[in-house]
């Protein structure tokens, strides 16, 4: 008697094993980014592509775009933008927002992502302080190309 309760208990032990592992498994596989995105932790939902100003929810392989004034989630990308290569596209990763409505946010990530952000290949500091003192800083070889600065003025 005491042999079958062993071999039975033996046998649910391995049939809940056996059924974590497949759990663990089906999971791993949930959420996975696309090959076409950058790799990201776990606790990461959405990116935004602002060059078609689209989302796409990671968790759900969806799509997430406005579609005559609503928001619609699809498996594929509106069809003005089949062409479009997500490879060489921007992704902008989303990670401070979880939830199912990404948009909510739109306004801010179309200001802070905007078609024409990070379009230039090389970024300069901007200094926008017209500060009129001579900085001697011997730019006189380039001055002559008709680039870089001009001549300071008193």
Do not use: C, E
Request: proline share 4%; net charge positive; hydrophobic share 25%.
């Amino acid at each position: 008697m005491k042999t079958l309760q062993l071999t039975t208990a033996l046998g649910v032990l391995l049939f809940a094993a056996s059924s974590m592992q497949a759990q663990v498994s089906v999971n791993v596989n949930i959420g996975t980014p696309p090959v076409w995105g950058p790799a990201v932790s776990a606790n990461v939902d959405y990116y935004f592509l602002p060059d078609i100003d689209v989302y796409y929810d990671i968790r759900q392989t969806q799509y997430v775009y406005l579609n005559q004034g609503r928001w619609i989630r699809s498996r594929n990308l509106p069809v003005v933008y089949k062409n479009y290569d997500l490879r060489r596209g921007r992704t902008v990763v989303i990670n401070d927002y979880h939830g199912r409505t990404p948009y909510i946010y739109h306004d801010k990530h179309m200001s802070k992502y905007h078609k024409d952000y990070g379009k230039r290949k090389n970024y300069y500091a901007y200094n926008d302080h017209h500060d009129h003192h001579d900085h001697h800083d011997n730019h006189r070889d380039y001055d002559k190309k008709g680039k870089g600065h001009d001549k300071h003025k008193h």
